[in-house]
């Protein structure tokens, strides 16, 4: 067994990108999910190709990894296939807000999964608004 770093810095902060461009503050939770390349969640593309879950019916499969961030208020999603770093949702800013995925408001997330059955629901632990 080998230990290495997927991706992020050193130092902290938030961006989005490449393994080696994002950035992360206190990352305090992790989950891997598979997407479907056919109405995949937040924008997910095709897969990777059968070797990387292609399956009989054709369709083809990603596997990700979500990310919650404690500080940065920020769900990210990492594409195992090419390393890349999208914001799932959140903004950045503290608060409550319910709604779009680029409109919602966290207070501190501490947890995350994936609904292993409908890999499109993510459910995250809001820490200090005490919800789900």
């Not at 083809?60 to 990492?78: A, G, Q």
Request: hydrophobic share 35%; charged share 20%; proline share 2%.
């Amino acid at each position: 067994m080998e230990w290495i770093e997927i991706c992020g810095q050193e130092t902290g902060g938030y961006a989005d990108g490449t393994y080696d461009q994002a950035r992360f503050k206190h990352p305090c939770d992790l989950c891997i999910s598979q997407e479907s390349g056919l109405g995949a969640v937040a924008g997910a593309g095709a897969g990777a190709g059968a070797g990387a879950g292609g399956s009989a019916s054709g369709r083809k499969y990603e596997r990700v990894l979500f990310c919650v961030e404690f500080d940065n208020e920020r769900v990210r999603r990492i594409a195992l296939s090419d390393g890349s770093v999208t914001t799932l949702a959140g903004s950045g800013v503290c608060g409550f807000q319910n709604g779009d995925l680029s409109g919602a408001a966290f207070y501190q997330i501490s947890s995350i999964c994936v609904d292993p059955i409908n890999p499109g629901c993510v459910f995250v632990g809001d820490e200090l608004n005490q919800i789900l």
